[in-house]
Nanobody, 114 residues
Framework: QVQLAESGGGLVQAGGSLRLACKESRSIFGFKSMGWVRQAPGKERESVATVFADGRMNYTDSVTGRFTVSRDNAKKTLFLQMDSLKPEDTAVYYC????????WGKGIQVTVSS
């Protein structure tokens, strides 16, 4: 069974950086896409960044140029490097990996103080 474990969240001041990690329990080969979504209080879940099996990456406009998604197949881990963080980036971040089924992490809190 696929299990995803997120780490790296926390509290940071505006302008700071965090690196989220999402480790898969078995292997990340074979997934069609992997990525991160976030949900802020009172708001709908928002796609943040996606990396596809062919290497293409997509970002939502609000994080383009500040966030970078990457994968390390050997470590079975998906990363999200978040730089120049803003208070509006505050949310619970969830990783997912999509094969025939979409698997989700439990979510991790990111709080950016002004």
């Amino acid at each position: 069974q696929v299990q995803l474990a997120e780490s790296g969240g926390g509290l940071v001041q505006a302008g700071g950086s965090l690196r989220l990690a999402c480790k898969e329990s078995r292997s990340i080969f074979g997934f069609k896409s992997m990525g991160w979504v976030r949900q802020a209080p009172g708001k709908e879940r928002e796609s943040v960044a996606t990396v596809f099996a062919d290497g293409r990456m997509n970002y939502t406009d609000s994080v383009t140029g500040r966030f970078t998604v990457s994968r390390d197949n050997a470590k079975k881990t998906l990363f999200l490097q978040m730089d120049s963080l803003k208070p509006e980036d505050t949310a619970v971040y969830y990783c997912y990996m999509q094969g025939g089924t979409v698997y989700w992490g439990k979510g991790i809190q990111v709080t950016v103080s002004s």
